[in-house]
């Protein structure tokens, strides 16, 4: 039982499932119907078979699902994902898996068996016997008649509608080669007994009456329906990646009611309730954890390889594995609202859109199917007229309308876009859409935000200075059980770093914090003493501070009883990968800014460590904008790359915005990439897929429009024999989809992007 569609509320995007559709003059039909709405706002997709509509207030979704029936072509609102069991298929296994793909196999099955003796008698002459054209008859008209039906059905859907589309050229074309076919056998000469028959590739002068047409009828369907399985194939193992990404998830989970584990559907789980995450088994939902320490391997959602260390306080992703150790976990995020369905949205609604070139494709798509019934029509008369061949006329007619069929047109944008969005999730890249795979190819600067992004955004002790008679580890050991009672960001760098060089501490004792000057205490029977608080400071020691802050970092000296014995100093630490980031992007011949508001000395210092030149330091977080808006002054094309919530209006003010998905939902929300992890490595990568992704659009196209183009006047000019015509048909589908799924092939250029390994099969 179905529920009645609801109304949406203010400025919705409604979501429909379309059916029926058949080839890219389907999609624009459909398009072009629910575009005539007021207020409405559609995109239709042929691979992906679903519209994405935006409606004005009071737009009730069953006017469009009316809409759309009337077009000819059925609408639903998708239904509710339905919980799973561990023991249940990925659904990215073989295509036995989908009854719509099993029935298409099945028919084409039936009809490529019953089809090869029929061309072959045509084609092979020394093969004819006596009425051998009686026997190919009753093998052609099941394939015709049954086979075909698909094609017929929706020709006719088509013409009650008065529109037309690519079935009907191919059921104007296979009828028409049955029709003559059947009136040769019964009213004229060709069912005499003895009667041969020849094969040309091309258009042959016969006489009318004698000239059969089976193998085109025949021949003609079954290719087709190999091109319409190999196509719907592809488009199925093009989408496996996002069904993967959606079956990522846990299955159950053990929530703590009443102080006992209960096992129950991840569905059940609600904010705030605490669950409980085994060694080996997937966190179900977003949290923070409260008790337990592990390590979370989030390879399959992020492709980072190395296990993260988590502890009380620590957040963590569902959909990733905790390696080991008892962890305890309060869900702050479920269902619709957790990382890991943000990512699979992201992806659907990326595959989703139509590129600006496809956009032509589409226009050009719907009025082709009416012009080539008149170059049809055009090709039949004049033929006719120049030679008074009745069967030639005939023959290259039926070639015109078989040839012509758009299928490609409509493949060479959405097949590319199934699979480049799906590698992207794959390799922890998150392509909003198409619109911006045009952008990659034109950005020529890219501004890397500081902390957080080419640094890790927290104080690391950098550099320990011991003064002369002073050893260095003792320096540390000291200075670090001081700090470690203090709760400052550099107390925290420094105590961290001491344990982690030297081993356990010492207990403090009359621990004092002077605010804005330092701290003081016992260590050991030692008064230890770590910031401005001692009265004089010795030349080398002095020396050693000034070094260090010119350099850019925080220091602070260090000592016992009275006297300064050495220098800690402070920074925020660079990644490892980001200098190996830079690289990367400069050889995608961009020129890296970084921009910061941070003091110049710092930024610089972290400019030179990293490789790059140009450094905008001291800016406020409402002067990003400023910046990158200064840079498209002087004519470049900027990408910035960002995680906090001080980046974000950069982030959508600049022509590309690439937001780290370590950082804030509101960096990420104004991004047009976000890549899932910290490693600004992703960001080259990213780049690389988008404009490969683009670049395999384009030469869809090309080849789509190269193909029509050349085909048809070869077909006039009686060039192709229909089957041959329907065979490169076929065969012009299959090549753009198998050409975009070369894109499954992308590989990271640096050891960032590591393709998934655990859930459903994606490459």
Not at 116 to 121: F, K, T, W
Not at 177 to 199: E, K, N, Q, T, V
Not at 259 to 273: H, M, T
Not at 327 to 333: E, F, K
Request: neutral net charge.
């Amino acid at each position: 039982m179905t529920s009645t569609p609801q109304a949406p509320p203010a400025e919705a995007t409604v979501e429909l499932l379309i059916g029926g559709m058949t080839c890219a003059a389907c999609a624009a039909r459909v398009e072009k119907k629910l575009n005539r709405m007021e207020g409405v706002t559609a995109t239709v997709n042929y691979a992906t078979e679903k519209a994405r509509i935006s409606c004005p207030p009071g737009t009730e979704v069953a006017d469009l699902i009316a809409t759309v029936v009337r077009t000819g072509y059925t609408a639903e609102e998708p239904a509710p994902p339905e919980p799973r069991t561990e023991d249940e298929g990925g659904g990215g296994g073989g295509p036995g898996q989908d009854p719509e793909l099993a029935a298409l196999r099945r028919r084409l099955t039936v009809c490529a068996l019953l089809a090869a003796p029929v061309v072959l008698l045509a084609m092979v002459p020394a093969l004819q016997f006596d009425n051998w054209q009686w026997l190919s008859l009753t093998l052609a008209a099941p394939v015709v008649v049954w086979g075909g039906l698909p094609f017929h059905r929706a020709a006719w859907t088509n013409v009650r509608h008065g529109s037309s589309t690519m079935d009907t050229l191919v059921s104007l074309g296979t009828l028409a080669a049955f029709g003559w076919s059947l009136w040769a056998l019964f009213l004229g000469d060709a069912g005499m007994p003895g009667m041969r028959h020849g094969f040309a590739l091309t258009v042959s002068r016969a006489d009318a009456s004698s000239t059969l047409y089976l193998e085109v009828a025949a021949g003609v369907t079954a290719f087709l329906l190999l091109g319409r399985f190999l196509e719907a194939r592809a488009k199925r193992r093009a989408g496996a990646a996002l069904r993967a990404l959606l079956e990522l998830g846990a299955k159950d989970v053990a929530v703590l009611r009443e102080g006992r584990e209960v096992r129950v559907p991840v569905a059940g789980l609600g904010v705030g309730d605490l669950f409980v995450v085994r060694p080996g088994e997937k966190i179900a939902t977003d949290g923070v954890v409260t008790e337990g320490t592990g390590a979370v391997d989030a390879s399959m959602l992020t492709g980072e390889s190395v296990p993260v260390d988590v502890g009380p306080g620590d957040t963590v992703t569902g959909a990733t594995v905790n390696s080991g150790g008892r962890l305890v976990v309060r869900a702050t995020r479920v269902g619709s609202g957790t990382r890991l369905a943000q990512m699979a949205r992201l992806v659907e609604e990326a595959q989703s859109g139509k590129a600006q070139v496809q956009r032509l494709a589409d226009r050009v798509a719907a009025v082709f199917v009416p012009v080539v019934l008149l170059i049809a029509a055009a090709t039949f008369g004049g033929w006719l007229g120049a030679t008074g061949d009745t069967v030639a006329a005939f023959t290259a007619a039926v070639a015109v309308l078989i040839i012509a069929c758009p299928c490609a047109l409509g493949l060479a944008t959405p097949t590319a876009l199934l699979v480049g969005t799906g590698r992207g999730a794959q390799l922890g890249i998150l392509i909003k859409g198409p619109e911006v795979l045009e952008s990659t190819r034109r950005v020529d600067t890219v501004v890397l935000d500081k902390t957080g992004t080419v640094t890790t955004g927290r104080m690391t002790l950098h550099e320990v200075y011991a003064a002369d008679g002073t050893d260095e580890k003792e320096l540390l050991r000291l200075a670090g059980a001081l700090e470690h009672a203090s709760e400052h960001p550099v107390a925290r760098a420094i105590a961290s770093a001491a344990e982690e060089r030297v081993g356990p501490l010492p207990a403090v004792e009359r621990f004092e914090n002077v605010p804005g000057r330092g701290v003081r205490g016992r260590v050991e029977g030692r008064e230890v003493t770590v910031g401005r608080l001692f009265d004089a400071v010795p030349d080398d020691v002095a020396r050693a501070l000034r070094e260090a802050r010119s350099a850019g970092r925080t220091a602070v000296p260090a000592g016992w009883d009275g006297t300064a014995r050495g220098v800690l100093s402070v920074a925020d630490a660079v990644k490892d990968t980001s200098a190996e980031a830079v690289r990367g992007l400069r050889a995608l011949g961009l020129t890296p800014v970084l921009l910061t508001g941070d003091n110049r000395a710092v930024a610089e210092a972290v400019a030179r460590e990293v490789g790059i030149d140009r450094v905008v330091a001291e800016v406020l977080p409402e002067d990003k904008v400023d910046a990158v808006r200064r840079l498209q002054a002087e004519g470049h094309v900027v990408a910035m790359v960002g995680d906090g919530v001080n980046d974000a209006a950069a982030l959508a003010a600049a022509d590309l915005g690439l937001a780290m998905g370590t950082g804030t939902d509101a960096a990420i929300e104004a991004g047009d990439l976000t890549l899932v992890r910290g490693d600004l490595r992703v960001a080259a990568d990213a780049i690389r897929l988008a404009r490969r992704t683009l670049a395999t659009i384009k030469g869809n196209l090309v080849w789509a429009f190269g193909y029509n183009v050349a085909a048809l006047p070869l077909a006039a000019a009686g060039l192709l024999n229909p089957m041959i015509a329907g065979a490169a048909m076929a065969f012009s589908s299959v090549f753009v989809v198998t050409n975009s799924l070369r894109l499954r092939t992308f590989r990271a250029a640096s050891k960032a992007g590591v393709p998934l390994e655990s859930g459903a099969p994606l490459t």
